[in-house]
């Protein structure tokens, strides 16, 4: 009578044990499901802030020209005015 106490106790921690490793490896699956979604949003992040930066730099170049230009005809008005003053005025 012994004995079969004895594998009932065995079989139970076996279940138990089972039970508590298909627990551990699914607790396992699902973090490695959120860390492979974690992994896409980082990346999906970090394609949206390279192109808002190349956005931004070809914004940024655009500017620069419009101010460059905006010089250029400054000085074109400038020189216009300084040709067509009359003298006397």
Not at 53 to 76: F, G, P, S, V
């Amino acid at each position: 009578m012994a004995s079969a106490a004895v594998l009932t106790l065995v079989l139970t921690t076996g279940c138990a044990t089972t039970k508590n490793l298909e627990e551990n490896r699914q607790m396992i699956d699902n973090v490695k499901v959120t860390s492979d979604q974690a992994l896409r949003t980082a990346n999906d992040a970090k394609a949206s802030a390279d192109q808002a930066n190349r956005t931004a730099n070809e914004a940024d170049r655009k500017a620069d020209r419009a101010l460059q230009e905006n010089a250029r005809l400054r000085e074109m008005i400038e020189r216009m005015e300084r040709t067509y003053q009359r003298p006397g005025k």
